[in-house]
């Protein structure tokens, strides 16, 4: 077996089902760096070093070209002129307004102590926004720029391979970034047939977007960032109007040689009878105890021989945990799901936890290069 291999090559092997040297370990530690970066504590050692300068010193893979690196995203989206756009800042708060035929819609955002923009005012407020919406996304584009794609590929090198991730599904896109989720989740039962409308209305506008990746074949592995938690909806739900979309869109990208997963990184219990059957090749985030609601062994059942991207709950990587129930953890995940594995971190390094996160993701990859030996 080839021990020069690169994480790139690793990465494909691990879907494709090709020899691994050793274990695969992709710990997702970018929002780390950049938090200690933004506030100027990164730890001594680590101070001269930039992120791609931290995960070589780590000796780990790297996965997504654009989160937290400063390279554009390669899904662009355009409004078109029609729509005017009315963008304004005052301190800690930015407000987007949106015009439309129909009305305004107006979004708002909060500056956090973290020094990230949280969204606080969505622009669906109530079902008479929706058909503003409609008009909105109508007159959106969704691309993919290969260009894009390609300074990101250049970015990590052989360090992975280089990943991005997809608009989210419309069900998603209405709960999570156009709606408040208890307005979204009253719409959707009381003015039913106006939220599918713009759940179709939201679908078709990505259809040149899918078109576009599957044509380039530039991209080898693609993520739905769908962030799931089970508590946005109901297994019903799920079935009538996320399947229905992973099938389509999935299905889409497979057909033009792509490798597919889904980001799904909160409470699932209800959602495990579906995963074998799901479209896709493999499965990020899923957080099993003691920070999710399901245990390894049950995520191993019920995902079969699909891919695991992550498995180790974020929280032991913080002081409450000891460096061996770490390990142990670890351990019992690697023999679990080695060689479909993406080791890593369900789903990343907390940001504010000190060096000693950092100290224990060396651990891990020290031991991922000497097991199998």
């Known amino acids: 077996m080839d021990t020069t291999m690169t994480f790139r090559e690793m990465n494909l092997n691990v879907f494709s089902g090709k020899p691994l040297p050793h274990v695969f370990f992709q710990p997702r530690l970018e929002p780390w760096y950049d938090w200690h970066k933004t506030f100027g504590n990164l730890p001594s050692k680590y101070q001269n070093l930039s992120l791609l300068g931290l995960l070589d010193d780590l000796h780990v893979s790297m996965r997504y070209t654009h989160y937290y690196t400063e390279m554009p995203y390669p899904v662009v989206q355009s409004i078109s002129p029609q729509a005017n756009v009315h963008e304004k800042s005052t301190g800690d708060e930015k407000t987007i307004v949106y015009e439309t035929p129909y009305g305004e819609l107006t979004e708002t955002s909060r500056l956090t102590v973290d020094k990230t923009w949280r969204e606080v005012g969505f622009p669906v407020k109530e079902p008479a926004d929706l058909r503003k919406l409609r008009w909105l996304i109508q007159h ?166 699909k891919v695991l991207l992550d498995g180790i709950p974020a929280v032991m990587f913080l002081p409450t945990f000891s460096r061996e129930e770490l390990m142990q953890t670890t351990e019992k995940t690697v023999k679990l799901f080695h060689p479909r594995l993406v080791l890593g971190i369900s789903d990343e390094v907390p940001e504010g936890a000190g060096e000693e996160a950092i100290e224990r993701v060396r651990m891990i990859s020290q031991w991922c290069q000497k097991y199998g030996h």
């Open 140 to 305: 959106m584009t969704y691309s993919f720029s290969e260009e894009y794609w390609e300074q990101g590929s250049r970015f990590m090198g052989e360090r992975g391979e280089p990943q991005f991730w997809l608009p989210k599904s419309p069900y998603q896109a209405m709960a999570i970034v156009w709606m408040k989720f208890e307005h979204f989740i009253y719409a959707l039962a009381d003015y039913t047939a106006e939220v599918e409308e713009t759940f179709k209305v939201i679908d078709e506008s990505y259809d040149q977007l899918y078109a576009e990746i599957a044509a380039s074949r530039k991209p080898k592995i693609v993520n739905f960032g769908e962030n799931m938690h089970e508590q946005f909806l109901s297994t019903r739900y799920f079935e009538r109007y996320l399947i229905p979309f992973y099938e389509k869109r999935s299905s889409q990208l497979r057909k033009a040689g792509m490798y597919t997963h889904i980001h799904i990184d909160g409470y699932f219990h209800s959602l495990l009878k579906y995963l074998k059957s799901l479209p896709f090749d493999g499965y990020e985030a899923l957080t099993p105890r003691p920070q999710g609601d399901v245990s390894l062994e049950q995520i191993k059942e019920h995902i079969g021989d």
